[in-house]
């Protein structure tokens, strides 16, 4: 089984801005501390992504994301609490006093998941802290599936963090909670 970093050594680097690379469901995932803004700006600019399309971002279970959301009713946080951890990312009400970065042209919407992935979970929870997830790759490539691709690619910007992948043949879905449009 892979095991996450030390806690004390994952979360002080977490804390100061630092980037990983970690196995997700279906590749490699880039990740910081989703409250970062510095660590956000640095993730985008080593992926070369645009700001406008916002980031996913995961936690250990639906008490971890609270923080970043708006209230949800007891009835959808017992539905959200049948359905993950998976391989399904929702697009929910957010509190506006997260980073803009993070929400992209969606000014009051999240995008945010449990992760199926065992060790992206238990990131979550040695970090004490709900972490982004986006692909390992350079915007509009291929994403890194393995350890040693995320290090050739980014080399010392990050902090790589092995095991493997969970074996899903295509990146988590993504729907919008409100209307139930699948957007990826």
């Known amino acids: 089984m892979n095991r996450p970093p030390h806690s004390h050594r994952l979360r002080a680097y977490l804390r100061r801005g630092g980037i990983i690379a970690y196995p997700t469901e279906f590749c490699y995932g880039l990740g910081c501390d989703a409250r970062h803004t510095r660590a956000l ?12 399309k916002g980031l996913i971002v995961i936690g250990q279970n639906l008490q971890q994301l609270s923080p970043l959301l708006f209230r949800l009713p007891e009835n959808i946080q017992t539905t959200l609490n049948q359905i993950w ?4 990312t929702f697009v929910l009400p957010c509190k506006t006093n997260i980073p803009i970065l993070l929400r992209g042209k969606s000014r009051n919407a999240l995008a945010v998941r449990i992760p199926k992935h065992h060790l992206a979970r238990q990131l979550c929870a040695t970090a ?6 986006t692909s390992c790759n350079h915007a509009k490539q291929r994403p890194c599936k393995n350890a040693r691709e995320a290090k050739r690619l980014f080399g010392h910007h990050v902090w790589v963090i092995s095991g493997n992948t969970g074996g899903a043949k295509r990146p988590s879905e993504i729907i919008d909670w409100q209307s139930g449009i699948k957007l990826r």
């Open 41 to 52: 700006r640095t993730l985008l600019r080593l992926k070369k992504r645009p700001q406008h």
């Open 85 to 88: 951890p998976a391989a399904k």
């Open 128 to 133: 004490k802290m709900p972490l982004v997830s």
